[in-house]
């Protein structure tokens, strides 16, 4: 063996993009084959990457080059390469080369015939205020077709005639539509020259040798900016370890992301969908990854929807880890671990930590308030500071046991006798909806990438294990408040997730699971945005107001809302009994109802009538000492 073979050989070489597919797709040359291995990521580029991609490619830019791992010679005699990186760039070529004209836009037309729009115009003797109608009509057309061939309705007759049809031009003996046609035709057969990529080289690494090497390599890509997360640096490395999987759900949720590649017509290495959930072995990066999504799955308010792939894709790593007792850094370490522990307990108590946090603050962050408008899982924290508690939780919870079984050892997670006897884990349980918000409202508490932040606070023994003071309350929600009061608004501004978050932890005690069912409720304005506008039009000096203010929103039901416009609850009622609406008694029977949600009382409003800056301001002031004290009564907080 030489020196050379020793280490490895990296070839640089490239395949036309028509060559390419086809071998992707299992039907190019004989004597190769392209595959994908099981650790691919998912397809997660969107349809800006993917457009933008496709564009470089047709104007020569440099577009980056695709990583193949030789493994050899396959059974039948071809060549076998896995695609290890590139799968976005070749999935986006794919696409392309299936259906072109979905690409196209307006620059394109434009390139090849820059008045073609106005030429159009002028056959059809239309006004220039038809234009951008024009417009969307013609590319309407091209981009819903497959490609550029006749056999999928790419004729210039038929663009004629669907032109004439949108804009309901007579044309009964075809005159308009001869004339059209020969307008399109160069347009069509020049757009069709323009956009044929089939022959253009794709920049190929082809890498024989160990797979060990892989990693390294990623990594070296990586630092060459090539967009590879440290998860797929993973995929390659741990390809090779095996673990073994119970959970049926965790092997059906890998078994979805293979699938969905294989219906975009990859072909995967050592796949087969009708007996994969059957087999009990599967390599380390498949469960990591298979055990995040089901996370997602079982906890959609703490890990997002399993549809947020890019959100949810660390999920699995990073738990697993820092219940590891690894920090993130460390998290290529996990393989060694995983030999000596018994993942189906391991993954059970891990999955119990989860719930526990969950139980907690599912009550609070899946309250709807907005009952139309508000998506129910809606993410208030970063990814980091909720492991950050359920780590603090799995490890108050269990702790490590090394024995020693035969010849090796393994490692054991025993639940702690203070968890339960001497009351820690019920305190520090109680203390998680306190910290869930007191973090979040913090100003820059989980700046950055917060992995850091996150290890810190799960290896501190002191970390969530006392209550915080109402002092530090006071201060923190002050200073809260505070950023909100000083703000110059015109207009009606969009409810941040904080402040929505802030509200749900004071109504959640308050409307129940049969209540939010019954009763559609919004988050509205106690002092109406339209009586704010108004007093800001004729006070340009104020320049402007904490219109959508934390203290000036409240719960009300949405039907009353609706009717009551630019009033306040108290001046819509009042009119409903001058106008023989309702009875004095059934008016105050109502203000009661809503006065449960707004804590206020009709004096509290009152000012409204002379409205001004100063009493404004008085009167947010006032209502957010109010809602502190409800806040404080929620959590308990003396």
């Not at 370890?241 to 949720?253: Q, W």
Request: hydrophobic share 30%; charged share 30%; proline share 3%.
């Amino acid at each position: 063996m030489t020196k050379k073979d020793a280490r490895h050989d990296c070839k640089n070489d490239s395949i036309a993009v028509k060559e390419l597919v086809e071998t992707v797709e299992g039907h190019g040359k004989p004597h190769e084959k392209i595959l994908l291995p099981k650790y691919q990521r998912s397809l997660v580029w969107s349809e800006k990457q993917r457009k933008e991609y496709i564009d470089s490619v047709k104007k020569g830019f440099p577009f980056g080059s695709i990583l193949l791992f030789n493994e050899g010679s396959d059974t039948d005699g071809a060549t076998k390469y896995l695609l290890v990186d590139g799968l976005q760039r070749t999935n986006t070529l794919k696409s392309y080369m299936s259906a072109p004209t979905k690409y196209l836009s307006q620059d394109d037309v434009l390139i090849v015939d820059e008045n073609i729009f106005k030429k159009v115009m002028a056959q059809l003797s239309m006004n220039l205020e038809n234009e951008e109608r024009l417009k969307e009509v013609m590319m309407e057309w091209m981009t819903s077709l497959k490609g550029f061939e006749l056999t999928d309705g790419y004729k210039p007759n038929k663009f004629a005639d669907h032109i004439l049809k949108e804009f309901e031009i007579d044309d009964p003996d075809d005159t308009i539509n001869d004339k059209l046609e020969e307008l399109l035709t160069p347009l069509l057969t020049n757009l069709k020259l323009d956009s044929d990529i089939s022959t253009v080289q794709v920049p190929t690494i082809k890498y024989s040798g160990s797979n060990g090497n892989l990693p390294l390599i990623f990594e070296r890509l990586n630092s060459k900016g090539t967009k590879l997360s440290k998860y797929q640096i993973f995929a390659a490395t741990w390809s090779t370890c095996k673990v073994k999987i119970d959970n049926s759900e965790i092997k059906e949720l890998i078994k979805k992301k293979y699938d969905n590649l294989l219906h975009e017509g990859y072909i995967i290495e050592n796949y087969d969908s009708e007996t994969f959930t059957q087999e009990s072995e599967f390599n380390l990066f498949e469960y990591f990854f298979g055990f995040g999504r089901y996370l997602s799955k079982i906890h959609p308010s703490l890990f997002g929807r399993l549809e947020n792939e890019e959100y949810s894709e660390g999920n699995g790593f990073n738990i697993l880890t820092i219940c590891a007792r690894y920090d993130i850094k460390d998290m290529s370490k996990m393989p060694d671990y995983f030999v000596k522990i018994n993942v189906k307990e391991f993954e059970k108590k891990v999955t119990e930590a989860v719930t526990l946090v969950s139980k907690k603050l599912d009550p609070i962050i899946t309250l709807k308030l907005n009952t139309q408008k508000e998506n129910p899982f809606t993410l208030y924290h970063t990814q980091y500071q909720i492991l950050s508690l359920i780590g603090k939780v799995f490890r108050m919870k269990y702790e490590e046991k090394e024995q020693e079984d035969g010849d090796k050892k393994v490692i054991m997670h025993q639940e702690r006798e203070m968890w339960n006897s001497g009351n820690a884990g019920p305190n520090l349980l109680e203390r998680v909806p306190q910290y869930y918000l007191y973090d979040i409202i913090e100003p820059n508490k989980w700046s950055g990438t917060g992995d850091k932040t996150m290890q810190d606070l799960v290896k501190d023994e002191s970390t969530y294990e006392s209550d915080i003071l109402r002092t530090n309350w006071d201060k923190a929600l002050d200073n809260w408040f505070e950023n909100q009061i000083n703000r110059k608004e015109r207009k009606r501004e969009t409810i941040t997730k904080d402040e929505y978050l802030f509200l749900k932890y004071i109504y959640c005690g308050m409307v129940s699971y049969k209540d939010n069912l019954a009763v559609d409720f919004d988050i509205e304005h106690l002092v109406p945005v339209g009586r704010l506008k108004k007093y800001l039009r004729t006070n340009v000096e104020v320049g402007g107001l904490p219109i959508s203010a934390i203290s000036n929103l409240c719960l009300i039901p949405q039907d009353i809302n609706k009717e009551k416009g630019e009033k306040t609850i108290y001046e819509y009622y009042k009119e409903m009994v001058e106008e023989d609406e309702l009875s004095q008694e059934e008016a105050n029977a109502e203000i009661e109802k809503i006065e449960k949600y707004s804590f206020t009382k009709k004096e509290d409003l009152d000012f409204i009538t002379s409205l001004s800056k100063d009493n404004y301001l008085e009167f947010l002031k006032k209502r957010f000492a109010t809602l502190k004290e409800k806040f404080y009564g929620q959590l308990e907080i003396s």
